[in-house]
């Protein structure tokens, strides 16, 4: 029996973007499949927080396309993509500190009609996050890092979305949230969703990952499985810190 392609859910094609005279991203084309996930990995400034704003369209690339379910991203306002079923998990979490969780998860769902449905993603958050549950009316500035992690995460998910642009999920946590976190990755793919991770934790990211690519100074230099790239000699001595 004949295998079934695999169906393309997004597409880079030759993406320059730039930060006044910097040229960030140099040309990279990629694709990410449904029901994958796929990581970027890289040194500081290599470019991987830039490839997922430029996906949002948070950056507009100079050349290139940003194709998403054949529809192209690089001309669609932020506030369409995730109408679109895309969502993005920015680095640094960036919740709203004085509001409390439930007030957070209700500012996700701001394209999302019905309060019955709001209401059953809040709890489906919490279902993920019993955490969050647990601290509800409590201001999102006084919870811990991992707290607001997840906190950013659960926002994310309340458009329900296919795909979820992660972006150092696991940055300044402790060991048990960067489980936690890396628990949910697992089980939202198990449940469908696509997912595009950048991450700091370089081993834990390949660990989970179908695929991934090596960024370095604005270009893909590798690209494999995530056991491949795991065994490659120079990714484990540059970005997992084995000699």
Request: hydrophobic fraction near 40%; proline fraction near 4%.
């Amino acid at each position: 029996m004949t295998a079934k392609p695999s169906e393309v859910m997004l597409e880079l094609k030759n993406v320059n973007t730039f930060y006044g005279q910097i040229h960030a991203l140099k040309g990279i084309s990629f694709t990410v499949n449904k029901g994958e996930i796929v990581t970027l990995i890289g040194g500081n400034g290599a470019g991987k927080t830039t490839t997922l704003r430029t996906i949002s369209s948070l950056k507009t690339p100079k050349t290139g396309e940003v194709i998403y379910k054949g529809k192209a991203l690089h001309t669609t306002p932020t506030h369409d993509i995730v109408k679109l079923g895309m969502a993005h998990v920015p680095e640094g979490r960036r919740i709203f500190p004085r509001l409390t969780i439930r007030e957070n998860l209700e500012i996700g769902a701001f394209s999302i009609n019905g309060k019955d449905v709001i209401e059953e993603r809040i709890q489906n958050g919490y279902k993920i996050f019993p955490r969050l549950k647990e601290r509800e009316k409590q201001l999102g500035g006084t919870l811990s890092g991992g707290e607001q992690q997840m906190l950013a995460f659960a926002r994310a998910l309340m458009i329900d979305p296919e795909m979820i642009l992660l972006d150092e999920p696991s940055m300044g946590l402790s060991p048990l949230f960067v489980e936690t976190i890396f628990d949910s990755i697992r089980a939202l793919n198990a449940a469908g969703k696509t997912i595009l991770l950048v991450e700091q934790n370089a081993l834990m990211a390949l660990g989970i990952a179908n695929r991934g690519y090596v960024l370095q100074t604005g270009e893909i230099v590798l690209s494999g499985t995530g056991s491949d790239l795991a065994q490659n000699d120079e990714v484990r001595k540059k970005y997992l810190g084995e000699d």
